[in-house]
């Protein structure tokens, strides 16, 4: 799997950590309550198919991107800086 | 029909013709007591327990394939029960006697055989530490000895005890642990379970959860409708999937763990074996091939195959340990799709919605408890009570942050199991 930086251009996977679901983009409010948090902290759709994950390019630029990916095919279809995503 | 010795030369002399299938392929009544979704190992369990010690026999296991053909036959094989934490202690300890007696019970072959599971260590930090999961085991009655470098060089002498980055302090020597031929506990089980009267429905998925007023009432599936009061989730990997036809989000990120085979040797390798300073763990099967594997691939996957990074630390981890494994061929190698919780302990419990049951969570490690998690869930499903070996693991334990059971002391975060 090589992954798409979009600092540095294509990657080994071997450069990048994985976070996880990229679910730090909707983080609750801090007074969203437990339900909100522990469904954020825990709980996952894990789907079988598209996704959406975050991953650290600890190995390179230090750019936090959200990878979308297909967890069935390994295919990467496109990549983006969280900073944006997140805007 | 009862196995034994006299049948086994009965067959031979006349041909081998009086072999009969191991279970029925019954089509799928309208109703049942109980259903169990997926025909695993753990359903299986589930559905054998259910009937022999709970009397409930009009039930069904629903597999969306055929028995046998998730991770019960892809696994690594490996029986133990040297853990740590309380709540998983008293379960895998369970779940080895219930290994100890299989075979009998069951009247089948599973190739049962404790050879012995040694983990190595390689600094003062980590004897430490296995000291003191050594201790935890003994306290839970289970058997667990510490090994010095001399003690490992008597078992396995083939090591390279010098490494100049990695030198062997010693092992924690746990004798009653060992492996099994996995198929054959899935047909063993399944057999166990069929004879008591579990129709064994293959080819069915389960396609919905009916649910009325929060109450389970059956589930659809690609051979129609079935009725049932009670339903069991056994789903492994694909639990979120099937857990979100009931509206339900898990606490659960499925990812792939590889595993590779050689091809067959003279026997070489007597026990299981890990390292300590990479993920690696390897044994040899009763054909002769080195069965062997590592940590996870860790991003969320449902590809049952891995990357190349993962095979090649497997690969440096076995010639840093084992040089000789160099002249070794590697014959093939897989993924499975493994269910992993935060905490990478298991789950056990019911849910919001009145008589459905879930069973997942079992991450890299739910062969050696096929059969106490069949006992639990069985218990779980017929007396709504879990099972005293059974009780911590909760589903709700992440929310309330009471009794996680963190084995590896990483941190209860997805990605870090």
Redesign the interface.
Known sequence: ?RIECPHCGER???EFY????AVALARPAPDAG?DAW??Y????????GD?N?LWYHEGGCGAWIVVSRN????AVHRTKLAQKAAS | MGYSGFGIIKEGLFGQKGWKPLWRDPAPKARYDAIIIGGGGHGLATAYYLAREHGLTNIAVLEKGHIGSGNIGRNTTIVRANYFLPGNQEFYSHSLKLWEGMERELNYNVMHSQRGLINLFHSDGQRDAFVRRGNAMINQGDDAILLDRDGVRSHLPYLDFDNARFPIYGGLYHPRGGTARHDAVAWGYARGADQRGVDLIQNCEVTGIDIENGVVTGVQTTRGPIKARKVGIVTAG?S??VA?MAGM??????HVLQAFVTEGLKPVIDHVVSFGMGHFYISQSDKGGLVFGGDLD??????ARG?L?MKEHVMEAAMTLMPMIGKARVLRSWGGIMDMT?DGSPIIDTTPTKGLFIDCGWCYGGFKAVPASGFAFAHLMATGQPHATAAKFRLDR??TGVGLMDEEGTGS???LH
């Open positions: 799997m080994d996977r071997r994985y976070v996880g679901d437990p522990d469904d902290l825990h709980n996952r759709d894990n789907p079988a996704t994950d967890t069935v095919t390994h | 694909r979120g999937q979100a989000r898990l606490p659960i990120e499925s860790f991003y969320a996957s449902y590809a990357n990074p935060p992440f929310r975060q997805h990605n």
